[in-house]
Structures are given as structure tokens and as C-alpha cells.
């Protein structure tokens, strides 16, 4: 019971980190997943459900990092 708990939590975490390298992606470059295409419109509402919680992360990830005295903005 504890490994199959370990292994989903394992699992989650990777889920939300794939979710925050696709919003870091659409945040540099603009490029994002066709929704549209998806033609399920079940599949479509909880992939974009998906895709949010990666630009949430990312949101919150940025602002405790911006208030941190380890980071700092670099000059682009």
C-alpha cells in the first residue's frame, strides 16, 4: 500500500512538472498545444484543466523566487 502510494505520488509530481515545462514553453516562445484538435470535448476541458495548473506553478514559482535573496533578475 505504501509503494503503490509512493509511486503515485512519484507519478503526480511528474505530471505537474511536464505541466510547468509546457507553460514555460508557451511563456517563451508562444507555442501551446492545439486544444482544437482534441475532438472529445471531455478530454479537451480536463486537458486545458491540465495545462493551468502548469501556469499556476509556474505563476507561484516566480513570485516566491522573485522575494528570495538567492535570485536575482539578469539583464537580458
Known amino acids: 500500500m505504501i509503494k503503490m502510494i509512493g509511486r503515485l505520488a512519484?507519478?503526480?509530481?511528474d505530471l505537474v512538472l511536464i505541466s510547468g515545462?509546457?507553460?514555460?514553453?508557451?511563456r517563451s516562445t508562444g507555442l501551446q498545444p492545439d486544444l482544437n484538435k482534441i475532438e472529445n470535448?471531455?478530454?479537451?476541458?480536463?486537458?486545458?484543466?491540465?495545462?493551468?495548473?502548469g501556469?499556476?506553478?509556474l505563476d507561484n514559482s516566480v513570485a516566491f523566487l522573485?522575494?528570495?535573496?538567492?535570485?536575482t533578475r539578469g539583464n537580458k
Open 55 to 57: 501556469e499556476s506553478i
Open 66 to 71: 522573485s522575494n528570495s535573496q538567492y535570485f
Open 21 to 26: 515545462f509546457l507553460a514555460g514553453i508557451k
Open 10 to 13: 512519484h507519478i503526480s509530481f
Open 41 to 53: 470535448k471531455d478530454v479537451q476541458f480536463y486537458t486545458q484543466k491540465y495545462l493551468n495548473i
